[in-house]
T-cell receptor, first 112, second 116 residues
Framework: GDSVTQMEGPVTLSEEAFLTINCTYT??????LFWYVQYPGEGLQLLLK?????DKGSNKGFEATYRKETTSFHLEKGSVQVSDSAVYFC???????????FGSGTRLQVQP | GAGVSQSPSNKVTEKGKDVELRCDPI?????LYWYRQSLGQGLEFLIY????????KSGLPSDRFSAERTGGSVSTLTIQRTQQEDSAVYLC??????????????FGPGTRLLVL
């Protein structure tokens, strides 16, 4: 079956540091890949997505590239801010399915 | 416009009682999803509706869980004879249906269920 593996958190960074959150996946078809973010006290929000190999999703300074050869979709940001503190979820939607399969989430804490 | 809304926001119940959780999707969204977020299991898919029918119920953990959707809009998730392991945040999401694009699922704030 489908699965998503994320690096465990929490990840603690200083403001303006470089961020990478690793995500790898297994899927039976040709999945679309997503990063969702959950800010404290708020619901899940789509951060970015990529629907085919080599696509790059980007939003709010975050980027992730769909790497089919390594089955990865790592999230990166060049300079994090305190306001980026949240839980980040990697997810996939496989061919022929509507449901999302989520990773376990990675908590990011950015210190001033 | 209004996003996905869920009620109640919090629910405390006693083991063995039945509970109903409600979801109001974004107007015009034909697809509706229920997920569960718990400490031990992470974020799990429960059931998917397209209109009023549920072509994918594969995530429902037991026959104590059921869901319905009426009028292609509001959905209710019912848990019968609740158990302590049912304690979790129950999330609802909705999306448009497109034959071409990969649609985005928009999530509600969730219902936090605590079974004592």
């Amino acid at each position: 079956g489908d699965s998503v593996t994320q690096m465990e958190g929490p990840v603690t960074l200083s403001e303006e540091a470089f961020l990478t959150i690793n995500c790898t996946y297994t899927a039976t078809g040709y999945p679309s890949l997503f990063w969702y973010v959950q800010y404290p006290g708020e619901g899940l929000q789509l951060l970015l997505k990529a629907t085919k190999a080599d696509d790059k999703g980007s939003n709010k300074g975050f980027e992730a590239t769909y790497r089919k050869e390594t089955t990865s979709f790592h999230l990166e940001k060049g300079s994090v801010q305190v306001s980026d503190s949240a839980v980040y979820f990697c997810a996939l939607k496989d061919t022929g399915r509507r449901a999302l399969t989520f990773g376990s989430g990675t908590r990011l804490q950015v210190q001033p | 416009g209004a996003g996905v809304s869920q009620s109640p926001s919090n629910k405390v119940t006693e083991k063995g009682k039945d509970v109903e959780l409600r979801c109001d999707p974004i107007s015009g969204h034909t697809a509706l999803y229920w997920y569960r977020q718990s400490l031990g299991q992470g974020l799990e898919f429960l059931i998917y509706f397209q209109g009023n029918s549920a072509p994918d119920k594969s995530g429902l953990p037991s026959d104590r869980f059921s869901a319905e959707r009426t009028g292609g809009s509001v959905s209710t998730l019912t848990i019968q004879r609740t158990q302590q392991e049912d304690s979790a945040v129950y999330l609802c999401a909705s999306s448009e249906t497109s034959g071409l694009a990969v649609e985005t699922q928009y999530f509600g704030p969730g219902t936090r269920l605590l079974v004592l």
